[in-house]
Structure formats: structure tokens, C-alpha cells
């Protein structure tokens, strides 16, 4: 059976998906980052499983495990919460974030 991959619905825009597989391209500083969000937010919600990963020339690309239909509809949910909450400007005496690491 022959798949086509197509771009998935994210925000990212780099994602791209065949039936149950999910395969995320980028930096690999910018994916390893993604790794350590995916692994510290495991516990609590539903993440995709890391199937394989290839490393070339400062680049990875990463074979995820898709989620199912209700499970994307919750993190894209979850997902629009945080983007609203991250224009709320913090308190005056918290310090602002930290920048992100370059090719992120």
C-alpha cells in the first residue's frame, strides 16, 4: 500500500503525516526542545510517541506516532489557551524569559 504524506494542521507548519506516523523536519536544537516539552509534558497529557529520529548537518528530523482524532483536538485546545495567555504581559517583578537558543 503506497501512502502520500501532507502537511499537517500544527502551528508550526513543519510537520507532515501518513495515516498513523507524523514526521516533524527542523534545527535540531529547535527538535530537541520539542523532545523535552513532548517529555515533560507526558505525565500530565497525551503525547505522540518518538518512533525513530535521524540527525544530518544540524538538522533532525523525527518519526512520531500520531495521536488520535480527540487527542490532537485537546492539545490544539490546550494549545490555543497558552498562545492567548503568552500576550499577557507578567508581573512587574518577574523577570522576563529567558531568549531562545539560537536556530531555535
Known amino acids: 500500500m503506497r501512502r502520500t504524506c501532507a502537511p499537517a494542521d500544527n502551528h508550526?507548519?513543519?510537520?507532515?503525516?501518513?495515516?498513523?506516523?507524523?514526521?516533524?523536519?527542523?534545527?535540531?536544537?529547535?527538535?530537541q526542545i520539542g523532545l523535552a516539552a513532548m517529555a515533560a509534558a507526558g505525565p500530565v497529557v497525551p503525547v505522540p510517541a518518538v518512533?525513530?529520529?535521524?540527525?544530518?548537518?544540524?538538522?533532525?528530523?523525527?518519526?512520531?506516532?500520531?495521536l488520535?482524532?480527540?487527542a490532537r483536538a485537546v492539545?490544539?485546545?490546550?494549545?490555543?489557551?497558552?498562545?492567548?495567555?503568552?500576550?499577557?504581559?507578567?508581573?512587574?517583578?518577574l523577570p522576563p524569559a529567558p531568549a531562545a537558543p539560537a536556530g531555535a
Open 51 to 66: 518512533i525513530d529520529r535521524v540527525k544530518l548537518a544540524g538538522m533532525t528530523a523525527v518519526l512520531l506516532q500520531r
Open 12 to 31: 508550526s507548519g513543519s510537520a507532515w503525516h501518513a495515516g498513523e506516523w507524523a514526521l516533524r523536519p527542523g534545527r535540531t536544537a529547535r527538535v
Open 68 to 70: 488520535p482524532a480527540q
Open 75 to 93: 492539545g490544539r485546545a490546550r494549545g490555543s489557551i497558552y498562545a492567548r495567555l503568552s500576550t499577557v504581559p507578567g508581573p512587574a517583578p
